[in-house]
C-alpha cells in the first residue's frame, strides 16, 4: 500500500492538473520532480524561448508599420495585378501566433516554478514548429521584397524604447521568483553559480541599457520647434477616393497646410491627376472600357477619362477601413466621383491659398506629348492664376525649363544628395520616406536654409517623433487625424527620464533581493522533492489510476 503524503502537498493538486494537462496533456498524474526532464524537453523548451522572442519581433514590427499598410498592399498589387488587403490578415494571425506561445512559455515557467517535469504534447510541438517556420518564413520575405522596412523598428524605437525598457525591467524582476526558487533548490554550485551569474549580467544589462537609448522626445520642452505643417497626400485618402476633387476639398477642410497630387497628361494633351500606371486600381476602366484597362493611364484620351468612374473602388475596396465611419451624404459622393483634371486641382489650390506638391510622371515614349508634357504641365499651371510661389515642383525632368518658365516654383527633389548637388540645382526642398532620414541629416539641412518634408507620416507616434526631430512638414493620408495631435505624444526632459529610469533601477534591485531571501528562507532546507509518483487524488481516495493522454 502506498503512503499517502500529509494533506498540505493536495491543496494545490487542481492547479497543478491543469497546468500539467494544457502543457503536456497529463490530466491524471504528475512528477514533483523537473530533474527526470529529458534532453529533449530542455530542447524544446529553448525553441519556445527562440520563438517567443521571433514572434515578439515580428509582432511588434508589423503593429509599428501600421503606418504602411497601404503601401504594402499596393506593393503586392503591382506584383499580382489584384488589390487584396493582406495587412490585417498578417496582423490577426500574427497576434494569435504571439498570444499562443506566450501562453505556452508561461505554462514552462509554471512548471519549472512548482518543480514539475516538462512534458510539451506532440500537438503544440506541432504548432510550435509551424509558427517558427511562418515566422521566420515571414521576416526572410520582408527583407527579401520590402528590406528597406525594417528602418521602421529602428525609428519606432525611438518612440517606445524607454517603455519597453521598463517593460523588459519588470519582466525580468518577476522571473527573479523562479530563478531563486531553483537557486535555493539546487545542490550543485556550478550550476547556482552560472544560474546566478546569468541572471545578474541580464539585469545589469537592462539596468544600464538606457545609457544607449536615444530619443529625439527626450529634450527641453522649451526647444521643442513648431509643428510640422501637413500636406494631404492625394488629399484625404483616408476620407474619399484619392486624387478626387472630394479627397482634396476634404483635405482642405481640415486646415491642411497643402496638397500632393500625381500629374500625368492625357493622349490628346490634358493633364489630370493620377497615380498608378494603369487605370484599373482606381477606376472602373476595367467595366467599361476592358479593351483599355491594361494601357498606361496616359495612353487614353480625356473624352475617355472623364466618363470613368473614380469613386466606386474607394467603397469597394476600403483601402484605409474608414468607409464605414463616413456619412451616408460622403458615401454618396464618394461614389459619383470622376477622374480630376489638374486645373480643377488648381482653381481649388487658388481659393484656400493653399501650396501644391505636384509629381509630374513621365510618359511613355510613344506618347505624342512624350517631349512637351513639362511645358503643357507649367503653361496649365501659369494660366490658372495661382501664385508660383504656392507651387512646388517635384520632377526631375527638365528641371532647367521648368525654373526658366516658371522662376516662382519651389523646386524639390525626391533623391538624397549633398548639399552642394542640391544647391547647384536649386533645389530649397528636399522630399523624402521618413525611413531615409535621422536627426543629424535634419539639422545639416535646416543650418542649409533646406526645407525637409517627410512621407507618408500617419500615426501620431510618428508624426510626434518627427516633431520632436525638427521637421517641418509631412506628407499624409490622414490629414484629419494628425491635425488633432496638438502636441508630441509623449516629451520628457533628460533629469525626468534620468528619475524615471534610475527609479525603475532601484525598484528592480530591490525586489530582487527581497525576491532571493524570501526564497532563500522559504526553501532552504528543500533541496529535491519527493520523485515519487503523488495521485491526483484526495487521501481517502484509492490508489488506482494511469497516465493522461
Not at 29 to 56: A, C, G, M, P, V
Not at 100 to 108: D, E, F, H, R, V
Not at 439 to 466: A, C, F, H, Q
Amino acid at each position: 500500500m502506498v503512503k499517502h503524503q500529509p494533506l498540505q502537498y493536495y491543496e494545490p493538486q487542481l492547479c497543478l492538473s491543469c497546468l500539467t494537462g494544457i502543457y503536456g496533456c497529463r490530466w491524471k498524474r504528475y512528477q514533483r520532480s523537473h530533474d527526470d526532464t529529458t534532453k529533449w524537453e530542455l530542447l524544446w523548451f529553448s525553441i519556445l524561448t527562440l520563438t517567443f522572442f521571433l514572434t515578439f519581433t515580428w509582432f511588434y514590427f508589423w503593429w509599428e508599420v501600421h503606418n504602411d499598410y497601404n503601401e504594402f498592399n499596393w506593393f503586392l498589387y503591382n506584383r499580382t495585378g489584384h488589390w487584396d488587403d493582406w495587412s490585417i490578415p498578417i496582423l490577426i494571425t500574427t497576434a494569435a501566433g504571439f498570444t499562443y506561445i506566450t501562453s505556452l512559455l508561461i505554462l514552462a515557467l509554471c512548471h519549472i516554478t512548482v518543480g514539475q517535469q516538462m512534458n510539451l504534447h506532440w500537438l503544440h510541438k506541432g504548432f510550435l514548429a509551424t509558427i517558427l517556420i511562418a515566422t521566420v518564413t515571414a521576416m526572410v520575405s520582408i527583407q527579401e521584397m520590402w528590406h528597406g522596412e525594417w528602418e521602421v523598428l529602428y525609428i519606432s524605437l525611438q518612440a517606445t524604447a524607454p517603455f519597453l525598457h521598463i517593460g523588459a525591467l519588470g519582466a525580468v524582476t518577476l522571473l527573479a521568483w523562479i530563478v531563486a526558487g531553483q537557486f535555493a533548490r539546487s545542490d550543485k554550485a556550478i550550476f547556482q553559480m552560472l544560474l546566478i551569474v546569468a541572471y545578474l549580467a541580464v539585469a545589469i544589462a537592462l539596468y544600464l541599457v538606457p545609457l544607449t537609448i536615444s530619443s529625439p522626445c527626450i529634450m527641453e520642452r522649451k526647444d521643442l520647434g513648431v509643428k510640422p505643417r501637413i500636406i494631404g497626400h492625394r488629399g484625404a485618402p483616408m476620407l474619399a477616393p484619392e486624387n478626387t476633387l472630394m479627397s482634396f476639398q476634404r483635405a482642405l477642410e481640415r486646415q491642411t497646410y497643402g496638397l500632393e497630387a500625381d500629374v500625368m497628361v492625357s493622349y490628346d494633351g490634358i493633364p489630370f491627376l493620377m497615380h498608378d500606371r494603369t487605370l484599373r486600381r482606381t477606376t472602373n476602366i476595367d467595366n467599361v472600357f476592358p479593351e483599355l484597362s491594361a494601357l498606361h493611364s496616359s495612353m487614353i484620351n480625356w473624352t475617355i477619362l472623364e466618363r470613368l468612374n473614380a469613386g466606386e473602388w474607394f467603397l469597394k475596396t476600403d483601402p484605409y477601413w474608414t468607409v464605414g465611419s463616413l456619412p451616408s451624404h460622403d458615401s454618396t459622393e464618394a461614389e459619383n466621383q470622376s477622374v480630376c483634371k489638374l486645373t480643377e486641382l488648381l482653381l481649388l489650390a487658388k481659393e484656400f491659398n493653399a501650396t501644391l506638391l505636384l509629381n509630374v510622371h513621365p510618359l511613355p515614349s510613344e506618347h505624342p506629348y512624350s517631349n512637351t508634357y513639362i511645358n503643357i504641365t507649367v503653361n496649365t499651371i501659369l494660366a490658372s492664376g495661382i501664385a508660383e510661389n504656392l507651387v512646388i515642383w517635384l520632377s526631375d525632368n527638365d528641371r532647367d525649363l521648368v525654373r526658366e518658365i516658371a522662376p516662382g516654383f519651389h523646386q524639390a527633389s525626391g533623391i538624397k544628395r549633398d548639399l552642394k548637388s542640391l544647391r547647384d540645382r536649386g533645389i530649397t526642398v528636399l522630399n523624402l520616406r521618413y525611413t531615409d532620414i535621422n536627426g543629424d541629416n535634419i539639422r545639416k539641412y535646416r543650418e542649409d536654409n533646406m526645407t525637409l518634408n517627410t512621407y507618408v507620416v500617419n500615426e501620431p507616434w510618428l508624426y510626434s517623433v518627427l516633431w520632436c526631430a525638427g521637421i517641418q512638414s509631412v506628407t499624409s493620408d490622414a490629414p484629419h487625424i494628425l491635425r488633432k495631435v496638438p502636441f508630441p505624444v509623449w516629451l520628457l526632459s533628460p533629469d525626468e527620464y534620468h528619475i524615471i529610469w534610475i527609479t525603475s533601477d532601484i525598484v528592480s534591485l530591490t525586489v530582487i533581493v527581497g525576491v532571493f531571501i524570501l526564497q532563500k528562507w522559504r526553501l532552504g532546507s528543500i533541496r529535491t522533492y519527493n520523485p515519487e509518483p503523488i495521485m491526483l487524488t484526495l487521501p481517502f481516495a484509492n490508489n488506482q489510476g494511469t497516465s493522461g493522454s
